[in-house]
């Protein structure tokens, strides 16, 4: 061979060396990387890693970077290979394990993209079957909401460093986790636990998955299921209210431990999670159970800890998504029994809690629902209602006996308009014969309209109890009375009680912001009479007043009624008038008799008594009142305590009854003129 054609080759050769020029800075490509290829398997012992890079130029150095971590978190090596070369053999690797991989090119301190893949592969060895076990599930979590457009189905597996599945199976079931349904079901073909659907699922869906792991022929063991949902995850703006499935209402729940369900109206999205309510009352105000779990979708729960047995709950539940609460449910009642052993006995019966209505609330008409709650330990078999429109219930007429147990409300048919009742439960045995009723709850007062909207239309109140003039024995008597006709419930009462008729000193009562009918007051002075009367406050004004009423303190039934006491000289008739002739006798008083002036006429000659029992010294049930002239009696008791001392002058003035017109000694003339019948015979005036 010449020279020449020796130097031309070499020139050649020369030549295109110097033409492959160093890579700018500034416009590093990304490596293309040609293997290992996704999820291959290797022999870690001699792993070799090949990438590819454009032929215009060449880096002056490629950087190769393994780590065990898919996002690189941690670094197992980092190398420098010469630009020139795109392969590189790597130290020996640990066994039974996956490596992600990446590489880039460098040109001084600048350095260009990392390769375009997020490429792993493993290195041997596979297992046998007989060490196969089962994965562990890691996304999507229990109760996540899945996208299939970002999302894929990850696990784990327990024996990197160890030994490699072959491949994995992958289950996805939209029934209960009995996974019948395989539409959705698939598998990796290699040891990657990575998947993805091959299908687009259906949206707003729950689905269960597992994985079980191949290998020398065989399935290993499954996994216990996870569940998660498909998206779209629904907007806090979206949320309604969910359907309550289980437990039902008014349910008995007999389970070991409470379990509830409930189901989205809405099929188009998930909401993405949940709170739970439970409580021991039906307004909710006593929570005995509180789960605010936001990030899980589902569709039940267990409650724990367990519940009391033998108790009535209520539970109640809202939606949440983007953190925030959608509109709850309704309040749904039910009752734990989980051993049929709940009925009471009679030295067992719980009092009931009276849930409605609220102290002294003023419904708008008489429709009214009165409800009451078991506080547990047993159940009832049958409920107690007293109500009456007076707070001793003397009037049984609107009672009720409810059989059976569960019954929580009455509402009761025949109230009247703007009146007071008072109400009361208790909770009843049935042993084949009459209900054993048990201790009543306390007492709730409230009252039918309509309410009072002016002061205009509040009338006079009536006065009940006491009546006018009578004798108390309790130094705490009970004031009672009602609206006027037309009636409506004003916004409170006004009561003016006072030792001093004129009313010119304080009340010992004054204002009651609430419309109650019945105000039993402070203590009084005993032997002391009161007098009363009510005007209703509506507006900020107060109304007409009542008539006024008085009532005499007696509560140690020592004291003397009000009045003179006084005793009789002679014997003589008490009339019902001053004058003998004109009025019959009503009473005959002898000799001793104690007696007690009530009143007098404007010359102090004559004296109103009322007649007493000579052995109790008090007015007779059917009070007798009737008239006798002043000299008749010596004033005060001999029983009385000495130094006290008693004039007649001190009572009130009284005008005594006019003659009648007819009378029987009356002239012809006169018995005429009188409209009555002159008898000739006996010659008296017989009057009509």
Not at 12 to 37: E, H, R
Not at 385 to 413: C, H, M, R, W
Not at 655 to 675: G, K, M, S
């Amino acid at each position: 061979m010449s020279k020449r054609t020796i130097f031309f080759p070499l020139l050649t050769a020369l030549f295109l060396t110097a033409c492959t020029l160093t890579c700018d800075p500034g416009s590093l490509a990304q490596p293309d990387l040609v293997s290992p290829n996704w999820r291959e398997v290797v022999d870690g012992t001699n792993a070799v890693l090949e990438w590819s890079y454009p032929d215009t130029c060449n880096p002056e150095n490629f950087e190769i970077i393994l780590s065990k971590d898919r996002d690189y978190s941690v670094i197992e090596f980092t190398v420098l290979v010469p630009g020139n070369s795109t392969t590189w053999t790597a130290p020996t690797l640990d066994i039974a394990d996956q490596y992600w991989w990446r590489v880039r090119a460098k040109v001084g301190s600048s350095y260009g993209g990392y390769s375009g893949e997020r490429r792993s592969f493993f290195t041997l060895p596979y297992c046998n079957s007989s060490q196969l076990v089962a994965p562990s599930l890691v996304s999507p979590d229990f109760g996540a909401i899945y996208d299939n457009d970002y999302d894929s189905l990850e696990w784990g597996w327990p024996l990197y460093g160890t030994c490699i599945p072959e491949s994995y199976r992958v289950e996805v079931s939209p029934d209960t986790p009995a996974f019948t349904d395989t539409t959705y079901n698939g598998a990796t073909g290699s040891p990657g636990t990575r998947w993805g659907f091959g299908s687009t699922p259906p949206p707003a869906t729950q689905f269960w998955w597992r994985v079980s792991a191949y290998a020398d022929g065989t399935w290993g063991p499954t996994p216990n299921h996870k569940m998660f949902w498909t998206a779209p995850a629904c907007t806090a703006a979206s949320l309604i209210q969910p359907i309550q499935e289980t437990p039902l209402e008014d349910e008995i729940d007999t389970l070991p431990h409470l379990i509830l369900t409930w189901s989205y109206p809405d099929p188009s999205c998930v909401p993405e999670g949940a709170h739970h309510w439970i409580s021991d009352k039906a307004d909710m105000s006593s929570i005995v159970f509180d789960s605010n779990v936001p990030n899980i979708a589902s569709v039940a729960m267990i409650v724990q800890p367990d519940l009391d047995d033998c108790k009535e709950y209520y539970w109640q539940m809202a939606m949440i998504s983007e953190g925030l609460e959608g509109p709850p449910s309704p309040i749904r009642r039910f009752v734990i029994d989980r051993g049929g052993l709940c009925s009471c006995t009679e030295t067992s019966l719980p009092i009931p809690d009276m849930v409605s209505p609220p102290y002294f609330e003023v419904f708008p008409d008489t429709n009214v629902m009165i409800q009451w709650e078991n506080p547990g330990g047993c159940f009832e078999d049958g409920s107690s209602v007293k109500l009456a429109a007076d707070p001793f219930y003397e009037d049984s007429s609107l009672d009720q006996y409810f059989s059976g147990g569960f019954i929580t409300g009455y509402n009761p048919p025949s109230l009247e308009p703007a009146t007071q009742y008072w109400t009361k439960v208790a909770f009843a045995v049935e042993d084949g014969g009459d209900p054993y009723i048990g201790d009543y709850s306390s007492t709730r007062a409230f009252l039918t309209g309509p309410e009072c909207t002016s002061l205009a239309e509040a009338m006079a109140p009536v006065q009940d109890l006491p009546e006018d003039e009578v004798v108390v024995d309790t130094l705490t008597p009970l004031l009672r009375y009602h609206p006027g006709e037309p009636a409506c419930i004003p916004d409170g009462y006004f009561i003016n009680l006072q030792d001093d008729p004129t009313f010119s000193g304080i009340s010992l009562l004054g204002a009651y912001p609430q419309p109650s009918t019945a105000v039993i007051t402070e203590p009084l002075e005993d032997c002391t009479t009161y007098y009363w009367k009510v005007s209703a406050t509506q507006s900020g004004g107060s109304g007409p007043e009542s008539p006024v009423r008085s009532f005499f303190v007696n509560e140690t039934g020592v004291c003397l009624p009000p009045g003179v006491p006084g005793v009789a000289k002679t014997n003589h008739y008490c009339r019902e008038g001053t004058y003998p002739d004109f009025f019959p006798a009503l009473w005959t008083i002898e000799k001793g008799d104690r007696v007690l002036a009530i009143a007098r006429n404007f010359q102090t000659t004559y004296l109103k008594l009322t007649i007493l029992n000579q052995e109790s010294l008090e007015p007779f049930e059917q009070e007798i009142q009737c008239w006798s002239y002043v000299d008749n009696f010596e004033p005060g008791w001999p029983e009385i305590i000495a130094g006290m001392t008693f004039s007649f002058r001190d009572l009130p003035v009284e005008d005594p009854p006019e003659p009648p017109a007819c009378h029987e000694n009356l002239t012809f003339q006169e018995c005429v003129e009188a409209d009555g019948h002159y008898d000739e015979k006996l010659k008296i005036c017989r009057c009509p």
